[in-house]
């Protein structure tokens, strides 16, 4: 079965602290995917990558930074945790973009103070 | 841009009785799948049917069946037999050429025993 795991269930930041979150996906998928989750606006597109290296911009892409050093890790990077960033982040991975079911991690729900 | 609409954001359904999800999207591409996605309370987002576009014949898996009406772009999600573990956020996706999925804004769905 393909897992997709994230690095905390929970986090808990101060306003201006820099936050990473981190996925690591164990099937050798291309894709992976960053979304960020909150009640009534259903899941949003942060970033997301094709390959190790690349990145690109998805809806919501304001205040966020992403790292993809290596095939099977994504890194979600809030430069400067801001309280309307607190949130349920998602991580999913993919074989490709085009016609494959995304798997997704557990989630992160970050709490900015 | 090319949406992806729940009209219902709650829905409930008495135990072993039938519910069905509505789920309606905007695309200019021919060929695509959509998907339904079930997030269970506290717990990772699977995915629960896919749909090809091309193919006229509707999914069905075990107890869940969906309506595809691709002239209307109409993709409903049919729960017969309704268990208490089927309750849980219900999303529709749509995967379309090279661009990533997109969601709908979720269906929150209770199940009464």
């Known amino acids: 079965d393909v897992k997709v795991t994230q690095s905390s269930r929970y986090l808990v930041k101060r306003t201006g602290e820099k936050v990473f979150l981190e996925c690591v996906q164990d099937?050798?998928?291309?894709?992976m995917f960053w979304y960020r989750q909150d009640p009534g606006l259903g899941l949003r597109l942060i970033y997301f990558?094709?390959?190790?290296?690349?990145?690109e911009k998805g809806d919501i892409p304001e205040g966020y930074s992403v790292s993809r050093e290596k095939k099977e890790r994504f890194s979600l990077i809030l430069e400067s945790a801001s309280t309307n960033q607190t949130s349920m982040y998602l991580c999913?991975?993919?074989?490709?973009?085009?016609?494959?079911?995304?798997?997704f991690g557990p989630g992160t729900r970050l709490t900015v103070l | 841009a090319q949406t992806v609409t729940q009209s219902q954001p709650e829905m409930s359904v008495q135990e072993a009785e039938t519910v069905t999800l509505s789920c309606t999207y905007d695309t200019s591409e021919s060929d695509y799948y959509l998907f339904w996605y079930k997030q269970p309370p506290s717990r990772q987002m699977i995915l629960v049917i896919r749909?090809?576009?091309?193919?006229?014949q509707n999914a069905t898996e075990n107890r869940f069946s969906v309506n595809f009406q691709k002239a209307a772009k109409s993709f409903s999600l049919k729960i017969s037999d309704s268990q208490l573990g089927d309750a849980a956020m219900y999303f529709c996706?749509?995967?379309?050429?090279?661009?990533?999925?997109?969601f709908g804004k979720g269906t929150r769905l209770s199940v009464i025993a």
């Open positions: 099937m050798d998928h291309e894709n």
């Open positions: 990558s094709y390959d190790v290296k690349m990145k």
């Open positions: 749909q090809e576009a091309y193919k006229q």
């Open positions: 999913a991975s993919s074989h490709r973009v085009s016609y494959n079911e995304q798997f």
């Open positions: 996706a749509r995967d379309s050429g090279n661009t990533p999925l997109v």
